[in-house]
C-alpha cells in the first residue's frame, strides 16, 4: 500500500522501506546529497537509441528486456531513475508503477516523476492525450516524496 511523505523524510524512509519504489514528485536536485550514492541512470536517450533498432512491432517486447539490464542487472544496490517519459507511449501498453514497484523488491529504486501528485493520486500528462496515465496511490506498493 502506497503513501506520501515530505522530502525531509527521506532519510528515514531510505532505511525503513528499502523495499519499496520511491517516487519523486520535487525537485530533489535542491535538498543535496538525499541520494547519494545511488547510480543515476537517464531512460530517455538510453532507452530510445535501443528501441530504434528494432521494428515498431517488436519495440513493446524489447522494452522490458532492455529495461531489465538496465536496472535489474545493474552491479549499483541503489538507482535513481530520471526521463521516463519513454515509457508512457501507449504503444508499448507498459506499467509503469507496477514494473518500478517489481524492481524494488530487489533493489532500492528512486524514480524522478515527470509529472502530478494531486488528491492522492499520481498522474502523467494531461485528460484527453494518448500518454495520459492516473494511479491512485494506496494502490501501488509505492512512496511518493512531495
Keep these: 500500500m502506497g503513501f506520501e511523505v515530505n522530502i525531509r523524510d527521506v532519510d528515514q524512509i531510505l532505511g525503513k522501506y528499502n523495499n519499496k519504489a520511491i517516487i519523486l514528485c520535487t525537485d530533489?536536485?535542491?535538498?543535496?546529497?538525499?541520494?547519494k550514492g545511488f547510480s543515476e541512470i537517464?531512460?530517455?536517450?538510453?532507452?530510445?537509441?535501443?528501441?530504434?533498432r528494432h521494428p515498431i512491432e517488436k519495440r513493446s517486447e524489447i522494452l522490458l528486456r532492455e529495461m531489465d539490464k538496465l536496472l535489474l542487472k545493474s552491479s549499483h544496490k541503489g538507482i535513481l531513475v530520471e526521463d521516463i517519459d519513454i515509457l508512457f507511449?501507449?504503444?508499448?501498453?507498459?506499467?509503469?508503477?507496477?514494473?518500478?514497484?517489481?524492481?524494488?523488491?530487489?533493489?532500492?529504486?528512486?524514480?524522478?516523476?515527470?509529472?502530478?501528485?494531486?488528491?492522492?493520486?499520481?498522474?502523467?500528462s494531461e485528460d484527453g492525450y494518448l500518454d495520459y496515465k492516473r494511479y491512485l496511490i494506496k494502490n501501488y506498493d509505492i512512496i511518493c516524496v512531495k
Excluded: C, H
Design 28 to 35: 530533489y536536485k535542491r535538498f543535496g546529497n538525499k541520494f
Design 89 to 124: 507511449n501507449p504503444e508499448y501498453q507498459f506499467d509503469v508503477l507496477k514494473y518500478f514497484t517489481n524492481v524494488a523488491r530487489v533493489k532500492n529504486i528512486v524514480v524522478v516523476w515527470s509529472g502530478i501528485i494531486t488528491n492522492d493520486y499520481l498522474q502523467y
Design 42 to 52: 537517464s531512460l530517455g536517450i538510453t532507452l530510445a537509441d535501443k528501441l530504434m
